[in-house]
């Protein structure tokens, strides 16, 4: 490589400007991520009816982005003082110790003995860095655990903190519900004391959620086997409407006993996705304990970005340290989840109505932003091209973007590019299809785990 | 564990009590102390009436208050009134930002602007730009090594040792002058691999305040170009130097304007006193546009995994800052405002210890010095003198933030220097 590199380089002592350098020529163009290249493909789509069922960034009826209310008064409250340096030590506190009563219930007692190391985190994203980053220099020979499919970038996280991922089953592709049983065997078979990362609630991309006995289940094995569960948080408040609903997973893993640790995002259930804030916290034995492994993420960041940026931090604490911001935050997060749940179900009544044959359960069954329609990566491409519809290649559709104008026309457009698959199930019921042939990849295949990393 | 999972009912509930589990993360130590970071804490513990923190290059009034720019109130406030929504920005940033950052380190026309061989991609304020960089020359040219001068930023070395890429120190500080070891700095860089990284402070060496002569940047160059060697810019402090923002870039302008390919990572931090907000960027001038969008490409490859995309707040008011002539003229006046009031408290500084100190000793270099911090020349011994004696908090390696000196307090520090320099070895 170095030698390659040396060969490249024109070595002159001129110093004619006229003189090519060429240090990048070997620097290949990057690989889009497959979220946001869906977004620029709906960007660069002329039509005027397009729809953009990509991103989960929320919408409202009328498929414009939302600024909450609480958010607009959290900021009016704050003003310029945000920016003196000085103060950027409480409100980070004040941050952390919000968010880890938001997950971990105020009442528990994780958070009476202040049994928690937390630092204020880049979103989501920033905050799973942070922890992966953390779990290298600290068990360096392990691996981490992803549900299988996952949010594409987990791996891309952990890859780059160094840490090899493995995956357990969860998806199950002909029930577009969970495979509980090959979830369990997998935990079971995992090496004692391995990293699993799990989404608590709203899980992106399959939006299928364990019920809570089944969690209590994970859990019980999660104790016998001693692995540490790392919970990417989200979506709390938008899968069930209800913030305290939707930590049951983690309440759950308290109650056993569990070490766990949390990345926290505030990006969907504030509306905050440009401000990037979250919160990483792991659970201690003491108060003394919290406080080294405190310095020790402190120091990770503190290479990385230094700190995350103070507005959204301020925004944040405020609406959560204020009981009447907080209680206008609580209703405003309903309100967004409620109009998901509708959506939900005004698709999958309006593709049943068109007369589908197909299952269109899982669309309400499955929670969150998030539906998995099952759609084959060909089925996703002629939505795009054909009607300007567009998702990500594992039929994974945002829900967020369908509003009661173009309900309908999503409705129609997955009737029409489903109807081989109709054609197939006609044909299957009365008895003339004599075979289902395993075809993986190509159109028959419904499995929607052709997750692009 | 085998035994006891075989005793159970498959999946059934555990009934059993079993003891809380100790933490995995038992063994895990208290991380060393930021050094720099921990002076402001000294001195908050700190109660005598004399107390003064030189510790953090923050910028302060006067009055030993914390500054926020009147042009960043105004921005503030139109961005409020504005209502914007709070979207996702591009992995690579804020283009409006991206665009008027570039602009101001380069300079409007320059043809590598106008000819789009930059890759500009909004960071995390300096120190989030110099870890982007850092990565991209940790997966490009493994095994390639970065030059810091020594003494340089603390956070430089953290920096690099978490991204995985070597390196090494070149001379710079000549304590004997307590000026710039020029000749050792040269030999250093010559002597380095071909190929190396030479990190470079674009103004007001930080932490010594040193900077090379328009002619010995000229000699520089002309080092990193006969080595192949690639120069990187840290340039933190663009206005603060000189109070002009474009004298502040003439470096980086000089390595550009002989068409060498160059990385410069940008912060708002002290300039618009925009610290918290965290918002900066990495520059990659390349030769040709091609390339700038591979290197561009790269790099959001890189910030996807660690952030995903920067934030929005601090890079609206610098657009908005930079792109309106009318808050740019504010800015350019502010700026000259506070690094005026830094050229005085030096100064000032100067003439209290020139008089009181019958020794000979010649204390110009605090007027050769330039940008918010001072190398005083004091060794560590001399330091916890200042610090115990005086209650006067600095960095240990003899570093002064001049920022959080007031005019007032100059004759003060002039007697506790030079009890330090003269009764303390």
């Known amino acids: 490589m170095i030698i390659s590199r040396f060969l490249r380089r024109g070595i002159s002592t001129s110093t004619s400007p006229t003189r090519r350098w060429s240090w990048w020529d070997h620097v290949t163009q990057a690989l889009k991520d497959p979220i946001n290249a869906v977004t620029d493909a709906f960007l660069a789509d002329p039509c005027p009816y397009k729809i953009n069922l990509g991103v989960g960034a929320y919408r409202d009826d009328e498929g414009k982005p939302v600024v909450l209310q609480c958010v607009r008064e959290a900021e009016g409250k704050i003003g310029a003082t945000n920016f003196l340096e000085s103060t950027s030590t409480a409100i980070s506190s004040k941050l952390v110790e919000e968010s880890a009563k938001l997950i971990y219930g105020e009442d528990s007692d994780v958070i009476k003995e202040r049994r928690f190391a937390g630092i204020p985190a880049l979103s989501g994203t920033g905050a799973c860095r942070i922890f992966a980053e953390f779990q290298k220099r600290f068990y360096p020979d392990s691996t981490i655990y992803f549900p299988d499919p996952t949010w594409s970038n987990h791996r891309n996280i952990w890859g780059d903190a160094h840490v090899p991922d493995r995956t357990f089953h969860y998806y199950h592709p002909d029930s577009k519900g969970l495979n509980f049983l090959a979830l369990m065997d997998d935990v079971k078979n995992a090496p004692d004391g391995s990293f699993f990362l799990l989404h608590p609630c709203a899980h992106n991309p399959t939006g299928v959620d364990p019920t809570d006995e089944q969690w209590r289940e994970i859990s019980s094995l999660f104790k016998v086997k001693n692995h540490f569960p790392f919970f990417d948080v989200a979506y709390q408040g938008f899968a069930s409407g209800d913030v305290e609903r939707d930590a049951q997973a983690i309440r759950i893993f308290l109650d056993d006993g569990h070490s766990i640790g949390c990345a926290q995002s505030f990006a969907k259930n504030m509306g905050l996705y440009g401000h990037r804030v979250g919160c990483l916290s792991i659970l201690c034995n003491d108060k003394i304990q919290a406080v080294a492994i405190k310095s020790q993420l402190k120091q990770i960041s503190n290479t990385m970005y230094g700190s995350p940026p103070i507005h959204g931090i301020s925004l944040v604490s405020k609406i959560l340290s204020n009981p009447d911001i907080k209680a206008l935050w609580l209703k405003e997060v309903k309100v967004m989840a409620t109009r998901i749940q509708r959506m939900r179900a005004t698709l999958r009544e309006a593709l049943e109505r068109l007369g589908s044959p197909l299952n269109w359960q899982h669309i309400t069954n499955q929670v969150g932003m998030f539906c998995f329609s099952g759609l084959t990566r060909a089925e996703v491409d002629q939505l795009a091209k054909e009607f300007h519809i567009y998702m990500t290649h594992d039929g994974r559709i945002s829900m967020a973007g369908v509003t009661t104008k173009n309900v309908d026309y999503v409705a129609r457009a997955i009737h029409e590019v489903t109807a081989s698959d109709r054609d197939t199930k006609i044909l299957h019921n009365i008895g003339a299809y004599k075979a289902y042939t395993f075809d993986p990849g190509g159109k028959k295949d419904r499995t929607g785990t052709g997750a692009v990393i | ?425």
């Not at chain 2, 953090?56 to 406030?77: F, H, I, M, N, S």
């Not at chain 2, 502040?248 to 006193?273: C, H, P, T, W």
């Not at chain 2, 925009?274 to 546009?289: H, K, M």
């Open chain 2, 1 to 425: 564990m085998f035994e006891l999972f075989c005793c159970l009912q498959p999946f059934g509930r555990v009934s059993m009590v079993v003891a809380s589990n100790v933490s995995r993360f038992e063994g895990i130590t208290m991380a060393s102390p930021d050094p720099i970071l921990g002076v402001s804490e000294a001195f908050k513990a700190d109660n005598h009436e004399l107390k003064l923190n030189l510790g953090v290059g923050a910028y302060r009034t006067e009055e030993l208050q914390p500054y926020v720019l009147d042009v960043v109130k105004k921005a503030d406030k139109l961005l409020l009134e504005k209502g914007e929504n709070r979207e996702y920005l591009p992995i690579e940033g804020l283009a409006a930002f991206n665009k008027v950052t570039a602009e101001l380190l380069f300079g409007a026309d320059n043809p590598v602007i106008k000819q789009q061989r930059v890759a500009t991609v909004q960071g995390l304020s300096g120190t989030g730009s110099l870890r982007l960089a850092a990565a991209l020359i940790e997966r490009y040219f493994p095994g390639a090594k970065v030059l810091i001068s020594s003494p340089t930023w603390g956070n430089h070395k953290n920096i690099f040792n978490d991204a995985r890429v070597p390196w090494l120190e070149y001379r710079y500080y000549d304590p004997k002058t307590v000026g710039l070891d020029f000749e050792g700095m040269i030999a250093d860089i010559k002597a380095a691999s071909e190929g190396s990284f030479i990190l470079l402070h674009g103004c007001a060496h930080n932490p010594t305040g040193i900077d090379p002569t328009p002619e010995q940047w000229g000699v520089i160059a002309d080092v990193i170009q006969e080595k192949n060697h690639i120069p990187f810019f840290d340039i933190a402090y663009q206005g603060f130097a000189s109070g002009s923002l474009d004298t502040d870039a003439a470096s980086v302008r000089m390595f550009v304007a002989r068409g060498m390919e160059v990385i410069a990572a940008q912060s708002y931090s002290k300039n618009l006193g925009l610290y918290a907000e965290r918002i900066g960027a990495i520059n990659v001038v390349c030769s040709s546009p091609e390339a700038a969008a591979r290197v561009k490409s790269q790099l959001k490859r890189i910030a996807r995994p660690m952030y995903s995309n920067p934030p929005v707040h601090g890079a609206r008011i610098v657009a908005n800052i930079v792109g309106d002539s009318a808050l740019f003229k504010e800015w350019n006046a502010e700026m000259e405002m506070m690094a005026g009031r830094i050229k005085n408290v030096r100064h000032k500084l100067f003439d209290s210890l020139s008089s009181k100190d019958k020794s000979g000793k010649d204390w110009s270099f605090v007027l050769k010095q330039i940008g918010m911090f001072s190398f005083t020349g004091l060794n560590k011994a001399q330091c916890d003198n200042m610090t115990n004696k005086w209650h006067v908090y600095m960095t240990k390696d003899g570093r002064i933030s001049l920022a959080g000196l007031s005019l007032a307090k100059c004759e003060y520090l002039a007697d506790a220097i030079i009890d330090s320099y003269h009764n303390v070895s």
